[in-house]
């Protein structure tokens, strides 16, 4: 059993290897990160009409998201109030109503329970049917778009919840026009922890150059000059921002396409050509650079995305050991249908199931996650002390910001909330207002 003192040191910036393999610690993050936190569902333009849905997972829990007739979104737990069997067995659809396969109780898009077979003549009036809709999801609320659940009805809302991290989100969500997450999600098993990929789409530029260098060569991609660690991306190149809430991001300066392929790449930088001018009129020119620039970020607990690599993850926790990860491609939703076409198809040769930039990091996220099984090596501490020390606050951007393209910054900022979560006894004690966390980032230091 791990000691929760001993798990996380934001000062030193240093975690502890069982955090990605203790059960015990596993059951803990599934009360009090996904029990507590706004977990995503899916974007709004996944479910347009009344009685669209789609199912999603919030932790382990497998949740129904339906459109309902006065225009909103509610969310509820896909199992059924009988005998617990799944309601709904597709991924996606449009209904009037959810009968459960077992017995065929049937549920309204409301939740509500509508009907019992043979109601009257087997329970003789006994069943309370107010009692039994399906359980419904405390919070579900949307920003620009994308849909988010929360179990906690006591919890702080979706927009305090993003925080800082939403300046950053608007430049892709709003200033690009808005976006769309194309098509149905590609989803795969990876046996690692959940945490293992977060963290490494939350602030990992590091390994780009050296675990992705032949994928880098064959695509010939704007990041191919990093294959293989021959060059250090310039001083200056990028920044990396941490925020109060562990959603953190990296941005290399101007390089928007990313690990598209070149000719993608070639079209996607002569689209947003077209659009940076009125951008920056609109929203100044830092954004409108940012939104030339690409991102790498993950919201917390368990979303990823590349802005510019046009990709959107959610890693699905299912046991310390094994995760399930669903990839979108996200595309601006005035792109023009071929270059949108050339952008899914980029998404899903890099990172989608049988991507090439996907199987590189496979193999590095199962052996983080698997290895300290091992009694001796769960006992080692994982070092995030790149950059340490020269964490700062600027005027222009929120949040706390590490001045170069390559370093740990977000890193120690998602686990110095993760630590933080796991040991709030409820958001009632939370005190939005507190700007500590800050100088618990800028102090740090080994
Ligand atoms: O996957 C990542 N963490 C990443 C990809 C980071 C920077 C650039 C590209
Ligand atoms: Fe980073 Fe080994 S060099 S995990
Ligand atoms: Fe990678």
Request: aromatic share 12%.
């Amino acid at each position: 059993m791990y000691a929760m003192d001993d798990l996380i040191d934001t000062k030193r910036g240093l975690q502890s290897a069982s955090m990605f393999i203790d059960p015990h610690l596993y059951e803990v993050e599934m009360e009090k990160i996904f029990g507590r936190c706004w977990l995503f569902l899916t974007h709004e333009s996944a479910i347009p009409n009344y009685g669209d849905f789609v199912t999603a997972k919030m932790g382990e829990d497998e949740v129904l998201v339906v459109r309902q007739a006065d225009g909103t979104v509610k969310a509820f737990l896909n199992v059924c109030r009988h005998r617990g069997a799944r309601v709904c067995p597709v991924e996606a659809g449009n209904r009037r109503a959810f009968v459960c396969s077992y017995h065929g109780w049937s549920y309204a898009a409301d939740g509500s329970l509508a009907t019992v077979p043979f109601e009257k003549e087997l329970y003789g009036g006994k069943i309370d049917r107010c009692a039994h809709g399906l359980k419904e999801v405390a919070k579900v609320d949307s920003y620009r778009g994308f849909l988010f659940g929360n179990f906690d009805p006591g919890a702080i809302s979706l927009e305090d919840y993003l925080g800082d991290v939403r300046w950053y989100l608007d430049i892709w969500m709003e200033a690009s026009g808005g976006v769309e997450l194309i098509g149905a999600p590609a989803r795969s098993i990876v046996h690692c922890n959940w945490k293992a990929p977060t963290e490494n789409f939350v602030g990992d530029a590091y390994h780009v150059g050296w675990t992705h260098a032949s994928s880098l060569a064959v695509s010939r991609s704007m990041f191919s000059p990093m294959s293989g660690n021959q060059r250090l991306p310039p001083a200056g190149a990028g920044a990396q921002i941490a925020t109060r809430f562990g959603h953190g991001l990296g941005i290399l300066y101007d390089v928007n396409p990313g690990g598209q392929p070149a000719q993608t790449a070639e079209k996607i930088l002569a689209w947003q050509a077209t659009k940076k001018g009125k951008i920056a009129e609109k929203y100044g020119e830092l954004k409108a650079r940012f939104y030339g620039s690409h991102l790498n970020g993950s919201l917390f607990p368990n979303v990823s995305y590349l802005w510019g690599t046009n990709t959107f993850k959610i890693w699905q926790p299912r046991g310390p050991s094994e995760t399930e990860v669903w990839t979108w491609a996200i595309a601006e939703k005035d792109t023009p249908e071929d270059l949108k076409r050339d952008i899914y198809n980029g998404v899903h040769g890099t990172f989608g199931t049988a991507g090439y930039w996907e199987a590189d990091d496979n193999d590095n996220m199962e052996s983080a996650s698997l290895l300290p099984t091992g009694w001796q090596s769960r006992k080692l501490r994982l070092n995030a002390q790149m950059g340490i020390g020269n964490d700062t606050v600027m005027d222009e951007m929120p949040g706390v910001i590490g001045q170069a393209a390559i370093g740990e910054t977000s890193y120690r900022g998602y686990y110095r909330f993760y630590d933080e979560i796991l040991k709030l006894p409820s958001w009632d004690a939370f005190d939005l207002n507190d700007e500590g966390w800050k100088q618990q980032l800028i102090d740090a230091d080994c």
